[in-house]
């Protein structure tokens, strides 16, 4: 099969796809990772003529494991590296007992990371050592920040960067070149275990290519406080002359909470941004233009306009909107990479200038099917409002799956649904995947939860909790032979493989 090209024209075509995060594959080491079970996925997608497999951020997550709240815009989760392929390499020997399946520790697979990077450097040929110095030198502009980073965190018991001694907190340059020297066996290991985990990364994504598959990532808008990014760079972010934020992120009260939402996220200081031509933003962008063929743009709002709360408020209710340059950001984004294929997230109450700044850069924005049958014939998530430009799903991360939430529905409200689908010999979720896939989206991408026909016990996320999230997992028996029939049947009936 020839590889997709990777153009603008990727999002015009009719296509179907899969969310899932490589957490959710099947594992026997506590989550899912880039080895055989990544490849077997890819595998069923071609089968099925599906040729998006969509999945979270890829990022480096804390403690609570969000992959939207990272220690690195760039870095990799080391939680994603396969074992075996470290063993294949021949830089792994004697491993029994020493693996740490406990999933979400913050130095998960550390001990086997250490022993293969001393396999790698007495075993590994010319050309793989040469390898690993081409991506530190290419990478250089974010690894070096992020493993001292790193390397501190450990040092200062994990706590938050503003928290270290002042000549860290502030990056004297002294301070930081000896800290490099100090620290320097604990640093070439982390900027090893980013190689690892690219080179694991870019095999897989190879191996989609030369199955048809385009592999479609997630950009959250806003980076976490306690990240390498604001560290090394707190010139970019709304914070004071200590390094505390001034102003955190989130959203105003609305009908769902009375109090909005407060994520705690800094603020852009885009001002500053605009003076250095979103230098910032523009190395963001390479690295997961590096990762993927199809970006999202998580809260594309926040372009346009976005809710400041002052710092030291614990409610959103006080905070204001605050324009951006997303204009002039999307601009310079397009002008430096061409018009490389965006999504933007545009759920939620969006406004009209919101929109004119999506369409004028000709970006496809969501629908969600759960959305869709509250109000009247004019809700925006009705399937005879679309136009081809946009994302249908039944569902997303953020939601319950399509038959937890259709249990949790009043009859007549089961009603609604069932009159809009019309006759169907289908049950949920499969009636209503079949009303993504016969839309007129081009593209159409479904929760490999729906797929399953699994209940809310499964879900991914649930949006203002931090307990049981981002821990599901599935396995292939849950994958009969009438699910992959049925799938692969609606693929080629409303023309969405490949």
């Known amino acids: 099969m020839a590889k997709p090209e990777i153009t603008e024209n990727v999002l015009q075509k009719r296509r179907a796809g899969i969310l899932l995060h490589i957490t959710s594959l099947p594992s026997n080491y506590g989550n899912g990772d880039l080895g055989a079970e990544a490849y077997h996925f890819i595998d069923f997608l071609q089968s099925t003529g599906i040729t998006v497999w969509q999945t979270l951020p890829l990022g480096y997550p804390h403690e609570d494991l969000s992959p939207y709240q990272c220690l690195s815009a760039h870095a990799g989760n080391p939680a994603l590296i396969n074992i075996d392929w470290l063993e294949k390499k021949g830089w792994l020997k004697n491993i029994e007992n020493c693996y740490d399946c406990q999933y979400g520790t913050r130095y998960l697979k550390n001990c086997l990371i250490s022993k293969a990077y001393s396999g790698f450097q007495e075993k590994a040929p010319e ?39 002042a000549c860290f907190r502030d990056r004297d340059e002294q301070a930081i070149l000896k800290a490099h020297r100090e620290l320097s066996s604990f640093i070439e290991i982390a900027k090893f275990e980013q190689f690892v985990f690219f080179s694991q990364w870019h095999e897989l994504k190879d191996y989609a290519h030369q199955h048809g598959v ?123 990479f061409g018009h490389i294929p965006l999504v933007a997230e545009d759920l939620g109450i969006i406004t009209d200038e919101v929109e004119v700044l999506r369409d004028k850069f000709n970006l496809p924005g969501m629908k969600v099917l759960q959305f869709a049958f509250g109000g009247g014939a004019d809700n925006p998530y009705l399937p005879h409002n679309y136009h081809p430009n946009c994302v249908v799903y039944t569902g997303t991360h953020d939601n319950d799956t399509t038959v937890g939430w259709f249990s949790k529905l009043s009859e007549q409200e ?85």
């Open 127 to 165: 050309a793989e050592k040469n390898a690993y110095s081409r991506f530190c030198q290419e990478h250089a502009f974010w690894l070096d920040d992020f493993v001292l980073f790193l390397a501190l965190k450990k040092v200062y018991g994990d706590k938050t960067w503003n928290e270290w001694p």
């Open 214 to 336: 385009l592999m479609f990532g997630d950009i959250p808008i806003f980076v976490a406080y306690d990240s390498a990014d604001v560290w090394a760079h707190p010139e970019v972010f709304k914070l004071d002359s200590d390094g505390k934020m001034t102003v955190v992120a989130g959203v105003p009260p609305d009908y769902f909470s009375a109090t909005g939402q407060h994520w705690g996220n800094p603020h852009y200081n885009w001002q500053k941004l605009e003076e250095t031509g979103f230098k910032w933003w523009l190395n963001r962008m390479r690295t997961q233009i590096d990762l993927f063929d199809i970006i999202r743009i998580d809260h594309f709002r926040g372009l346009e306009a976005a809710w400041e709360i002052p710092a030291e408020d614990d409610t959103a209710i006080n905070g204001r909107w605050v324009n951006a340059p997303g204009d002039a950001l999307l601009t310079t984004i397009f002008d430096t």
């Open 414 to 498: 089961k009603h609604v649904i069932q009159e809009y689908l019309g006759d169907t010999s289908e049950s949920i979720p499969y009636a209503l995947i079949q009303t993504a896939f016969a839309s007129v989206a081009n593209m159409a991408v479904i929760p490999m939860q729906d797929v399953l026909v699994l209940n809310s016990d499964h879900r991914m996320n649930t949006p203002g909790t931090i307990e049981g999230n981002w821990i599901w997992r599935f396995s292939w028996n849950q994958l009969n032979e009438l699910k992959v029939k049925k799938l692969t049947h609606l693929v080629e009936l409303f023309d969405r493989g490949n």
